[in-house]
């Protein structure tokens, strides 16, 4: 059985972005899109037998219409070709307010064919080429879904924080004892684990933070545990199966460095020591590249644009259609000495790029309670003398010379 596992899409961060001429969307719109065709292709290409989405499709809790019409798109062309998507709710495909729909809720309504949508805890199983597969899902939930008034009254912060823990653990509990052990099992939860390296989700966090114990989370009783909420794709334990996809591609420049992509699951039939055989593989997916360069000029720059200039030559291709920015640092006696149009010329294959400087002020020798600019020369002398240490003896006979020189004697 073949399983395509991904997470945190975010369609409709347009930061960075411009008007595409063509469509009149945002670029990096299409970015997204783009990313998400690649994982769609993918799994057609190579006839996975199911997809699982682990939340965030939207940015924005009320996505417009253009942005769900293109994901909706993406998701009829998976399940046109018999390919069944499950899509877990996120905290960003919640409402803002109880009784709304979530952003997620209308492939459900329509009753749309081999798409299955989780806004609350329970098991799904879902029959694929490859045999029927359960998913007990968690997604992200309101406080209120978990605890009522009586649970929270009097509870403060860090007791409030326990009690959604427990909570959250004790559906994870409930679904182990209601899975059949015949069939494959598989955990998709939208939610953070503790020990989880963070990425930039932490910029887009709406509402409180659930925060579950690794040894709550990967059951045995689950032969993949599919993971999504952290940006960050990563393994948080091998057995079982406990891993982060990540988000589809990057948002800012806390993912500069980061590898974005999707993980293709494979469950093996049988069972070995009780445990069926599980592989999992990470897919990048190549998408916009964020780009920083540093340029630090000294007093002793001579030609401070030409040392910028270079910087910005010694990443070659890199540059060409990158999400950039330029961190120039330089002495304020350089400030009105760099060439904004060709430093502007020479980032002109980039897709997007900003300059920042950083002026730093040359610090003012302090000699006392005054500034060289303030003390008479005489004094400055002997405060120089006082912290060199110097003999009193010695002291005398250079102040006495050094007020001859003053004086012109």
Request: aromatic share 6%; hydrophobic share 40%.
């Amino acid at each position: 059985m073949k399983i395509l596992h991904f997470a945190d899409l975010h369609l409709g961060v347009e930061t960075y972005g411009r008007t595409d001429p063509a469509t009149g969307l945002s670029t990096r719109l299409l970015d997204f899109l783009a990313s998400l065709d690649k994982v769609v292709d993918y799994a057609i290409e190579n006839a996975v037998d199911l997809v699982i989405f682990c939340g965030d499709a939207y940015k924005t809790r009320e996505p417009t219409q253009t942005q769900q019409r293109e994901f909706a798109r993406r998701i009829n062309r998976l399940s046109s070709n018999d390919i069944p998507v499950f899509l877990l709710v996120g905290n960003h495909d919640l409402p803002n307010a109880i009784g709304r729909a979530t952003s997620t809720e209308i492939f459900d309504t329509l009753a749309v064919k081999n798409v299955f949508v989780s806004n609350r805890p329970e098991i799904f199983k879902i029959p694929t080429r490859s045999g029927t597969v359960q998913i007990a899902s968690l997604p992200w939930l309101r406080r209120s879904a978990l605890l009522s008034r009586e649970d929270t009254k009097n509870l403060d912060f860090e007791q409030m924080k326990e009690r959604l823990q427990k909570a959250l653990t004790g559906a994870i509990e409930l679904h182990v004892s209601k899975l059949d052990p015949r069939l494959p099992a598989i955990l998709a939860a939208h939610v953070w684990v503790a020990g989880a390296q963070i990425g930039t989700e932490k910029q887009m966090t709406i509402g409180q933070e659930h925060v579950l114990l690794l040894s709550n989370v990967a059951n045995p009783a689950f032969d993949y545990i599919a993971l999504g909420h952290i940006h960050r794709h990563q393994v948080l334990s091998e057995s079982p199966p406990t891993v982060y996809a990540g988000s589809l591609s990057r948002l800012d420049f806390g993912d500069e460095k980061d590898e974005k992509g999707f993980y293709l699951v494979e469950i093996a039939p049988e069972k070995s020591g009780g445990q069926r055989p599980v592989s999992f593989e990470f897919h990048p997916v190549e998408g916009r590249r964020f780009l920083t360069i540093e340029a630090a000029l000294g007093p002793e720059d001579t030609d401070p644009a030409a040392t910028v200039l270079r910087a910005i030559a010694a990443q070659g291709e890199k540059i060409k259609e990158a999400i950039l920015r330029l961190n120039i640092t330089l002495p304020s006696s350089l400030e009105g000495q760099l060439r904004d149009a060709d430093i502007r010329a020479a980032l002109e294959e980039a897709h997007f790029a900003t300059v920042a400087r950083e002026t730093v002020r040359e610090a003012r020798l302090r000699l006392g309670q005054f500034t060289a600019e303030e003390i008479t020369p005489l004094d400055a002398l002997k405060k120089y003398l006082e912290t060199k240490k110097t003999l009193p003896e010695r002291t005398k006979v250079l102040l006495e010379y050094g007020e001859r020189l003053i004086r012109g004697d």
